[in-house]
Every structure is written in C-alpha cells, then in structure tokens.
C-alpha cells in the first residue's frame, strides 16, 4: 500500500474533499493499486525476489527502481546446479535497475529460462512528488466517472418495475487515466530490454 497524505491529495485535487476520510484513504490505495499494476511494479521501497530469463549478457535490469542494494544473486546452470554469487561481484545504476558484472569479473547471465534470481531492495521513500500526483489525480478522476456513470435507470410496466444501476467497473487502463497523470505513469513504467 502507498502512502499519500491525505491533505496534499486534497490540495491537489479539491474534489476530493467531500469524501470521507475512510473513503479518500481507501480511493487513494485504490488508485496506487491501480497505477502499481499498470505499471507493472512496487513503487514503495521493499525487498524484492526476482526470477529472470539469462541472455548470456553481462547484465540484467529488475523491476522496482530505483535499486537500493543487491542481497544476493543465484545463477542455475544448465544442470540445474545452482551457484549464489556475492553481491560484491557487482555494480549497478540505480535509477535503470542495471546490475552489470564488474569489470574485472569475467562473469555473465547465462542463457536459461528463469536461470537467474535476484534478491534486491528497491522502490521509493518517500515516494516522488509527481509520482504522488498523478495517483492523486487518478483518484479524483475515478471519483468523478464512477459519480458520472452511475446512474439509475427504472422501467414500469403496471404494477411491475425493474431497476437497473450502471456502474464503472473496468480496471483502469492507462487510456483511462487524466492525460496529465498519464504522462507522469509512463515515466515509471517498467522499461523492456532485452
């Protein structure tokens, strides 16, 4: 879950203001929930097991920057015999996730399915500020399609009447997003390399 201050998401998105604040408290985990799957990763900081395919490459990129420490790194070779490898063994960037072999090691990932595991800590504290923001925004944004598209509808015909409630419940898409907030998501979505 991620913490927003509740009175900087009112200031940035007065709307906000006439829920309760059970109800702004669970929006805003809500929409961080969302903007954390649309992203595809953990944007508070945490300690984080990855499991990735090697590409004989001298480096690898994990998920959840920025990249804090690396705890461990395990290789399975192609006989499934598995070598823990120390952290010292290599350098990485912190805002990419890059972990690079060092120079002076003649190591590599070798190429295997799920062949290299990664324990690391990573992720935000405190969260960035546009980060924040455009959870924020999201949040109202929800608000206000789901008080837009609610919308009762009834039919009578002599005594019988049926009702009908139209409700959004689509899981947010980045399309779906205010185009400002969407910007800002996109800039922390996980990166593809290959």
Request: hydrophobic letters at 40%.
């Amino acid at each position: 879950m991620l913490y927003i201050d509740t009175t900087r998401a009112v200031q940035i998105a007065p709307s906000l203001s006439t829920l309760t604040s059970e109800t702004l408290v669970a929006v805003l985990n809500a929409a961080s929930q969302a903007a954390e799957r649309l992203c595809d990763r953990v944007f508070t900081r945490g300690t984080f097991v990855e499991t990735q395919d090697g590409y004989y490459s001298r480096s690898i990129f994990v998920r959840n920057t920025p990249l804090v420490s690396i705890t461990t790194i395990k290789i399975k070779d192609s006989s499934g015999n598995v070598t823990v490898y120390a952290n010292t063994l290599f350098r990485f960037t912190p805002s990419t996730g890059e972990i690079r072999w060092n120079p002076d090691e003649s190591g590599y990932f070798p190429d295997g399915f799920q062949n290299v595991e990664v324990t690391y800590v990573g992720g935000y504290d405190p969260l960035p500020f546009d980060l924040q923001s455009a959870i924020i925004q999201g949040a109202a944004y929800f608000v206000e399609m789901e008080r837009t598209t609610r919308q009762a509808v009834q039919e009578r015909l002599g005594d019988y009447m049926i009702r009908y409630e139209n409700r959004m419940s689509t899981t947010p898409s980045l399309e779906m997003w205010p185009p400002m907030a969407r910007a800002i998501l996109g800039s922390f979505m996980e990166r593809i390399t290959i």
